[in-house]
Nanobody, 124 residues
């Protein structure tokens, strides 16, 4: 299964970006999809996840209230809308897929598929 991210880039603090993760040719309506990020010199960090029926979970400390995860089953695509971006949001963002949301949020996460990553840079 190939997960293809897009939508990263450079934005000023306070701005917005929307990341997309497509799984061409695959129906993932029965999978949990999510996003992780990794900043330079830091560990992989869970950002958000969404279940097949629309249940959501966020890394409350870091992004809740600013980021929104959503999915379009017809397009096999998951989105991460990021608002009020801060310089500390700068990282490579990775799309991930697994069966259940607890696998997404466990330590370490138990992920079946990863995307290649997309860079998000927030300037101050």
């Amino acid at each position: 299964v190939q997960l293809v991210e897009s939508g990263g880039g450079l934005v000023q603090a306070g701005g917005s970006l929307r990341l997309s993760c497509a799984a061409p040719g695959r129906t993932f309506s029965s999978n949990t999809m999510g996003w992780f990020r990794q900043a330079p010199g830091k560990e992989h960090e869970f950002v958000a996840a969404i279940t097949w029926n629309g249940g959501m979970e966020y890394n409350a400390d870091s992004v809740k209230g600013r980021f929104t995860i959503s999915k379009d089953n017809a397009r096999n695509t998951v989105y991460l809308q990021m608002n009020s971006l801060k310089p500390e949001d700068t990282a490579v963002y990775y799309c991930a897929a697994t069966e259940y949301i607890f696998k997404m949020t466990s330590t370490p996460p138990r992920i079946n598929y990863w995307g290649q990553g997309t860079q998000v840079t927030v300037s101050s």
